[in-house]
């Protein structure tokens, strides 16, 4: 109980920090920039996942 109180508390702690240099000039840039490259990577992965997908489905001759 005492550990997931810590983990409880520590992610209070984070998202307490975070929004707090999110306001920022430079905390919002830097979660911008955080945002598109995650948007990027979640896009590039699904990408991949519907062409191996397509490959997956395509009959072999």
Avoid: C, I, W
Wanted: proline share 2%; glycine share 8%; charged share 25%.
């Amino acid at each position: 109980m005492k550990t997931f109180l810590a983990l409880v508390f520590g992610v209070v702690l984070g998202f307490v920090a975070a929004h707090q240099f999110n306001r920022t000039e430079q905390g919002h840039r830097f979660f911008s920039d955080l945002d598109a490259k995650a948007r990027e990577f979640g896009a590039a992965v699904a990408d991949g996942y519907h062409a191996r997908e397509a490959e997956l489905r395509t009959p072999e001759a």
